[in-house]
């Protein structure tokens, strides 16, 4: 199917293609005119929601931080319009904290930057491959600004509740993988892929909540010919750091 629609990264109206309106729109609804290299569903689905919590001309001004981009779309954007715009890699041979094909090369469970110097991360069908996720999510959460965001898309499976581990890392160092391995595509290693290590359910949000610092979590998800982002799987998660309003972990008596 064709149809005009209205790109929320070069906010042009393009013609948009997908071979239908629901089950293939994740990896192949994308126009051929797009400027940024046939961006794909969940990157206009992510700048959806980050032009809406910060406006491009103050998006300019922040300190950003994605994980593993693809150069297309919405990464583009950034790095053509945002001057504290940085890339980051995964590259374990080499030394962490120095930059690798121009990529800063950063484990996400580990990260070599300072406390409170980054105001938005972006991770891009990242966390599925992680054995550790939730263990990113607070170092990512360590160097975040107060009110500081991080965006990230995952493969979220319709009808599953629990989401479930399908690899782990053993002490010893060997990798222990549940059933048949699956592999996504990986743009600093595509002869090899990314193994999958996570398959996530509707119950995320609940598991970021418990096993890290965020304690405000939103998930947006559309169906949208408006802004072609159409079909299975196209949330993007929000976690804010929000200022310690509350004491955390403190219980309230209230009174009647």
């Not at 939730?134 to 990512?140: P, Q, S, T, V, Y």
């Not at 965006?151 to 890392?169: C, D, I, N, W």
Request: glycine letters at 6%; a negative charge; charged letters at 25%.
């Amino acid at each position: 199917m064709r149809f005009l629609a209205n790109c929320p990264i070069c906010e042009k109206t393009l013609i948009f293609e997908t071979p239908d309106d629901f089950y293939g729109c994740r990896d192949y609804l994308f126009s051929n005119d797009c400027p940024y290299g046939k961006c794909i569903t969940r990157e206009r689905a992510v700048a959806l929601t980050l032009f809406s919590i910060f406006p491009k001309p103050v998006l300019k001004e922040k300190v950003i931080f994605e994980a593993s981009p693809v150069p297309r779309g919405l990464s583009l954007w950034l790095k053509e319009n945002c001057d504290k715009y940085y890339q980051t890699g995964y590259f374990p041979e080499k030394p962490f904290g120095e930059y690798v094909n121009g990529l800063r090369n950063e484990d996400l469970e580990n990260l070599t930057l300072e406390d409170e110097t980054v105001d938005v991360w972006i991770l891009l069908d990242i966390l599925e491959h992680l054995f550790d996720p939730f263990k990113a999510l607070n170092e990512i959460y360590r160097t975040l600004k107060p009110d500081g965001v991080c965006l990230f898309t995952v493969p979220t499976y319709p009808g599953q509740f629990e989401s479930t581990q399908k690899a782990y890392r053993l002490p010893s160092g060997d990798i222990e993988i549940i059933g048949e391995p699956e592999y996504h595509g990986d743009p600093q290693h595509p002869e090899s892929g990314s193994l999958v290590t996570w398959q996530y359910g509707y119950d995320l949000p609940l598991l970021i909540s418990r096993k890290t610092n965020f304690e405000h979590i939103e998930v947006r998800r559309w169906q949208s010919k408006c802004f072609a982002v159409m079909g299975a799987m196209t949330e993007v998660y929000i976690m804010t750091k929000t200022h310690n309003i509350f004491k955390s972990n403190t219980e309230i008596e209230f009174r009647g």
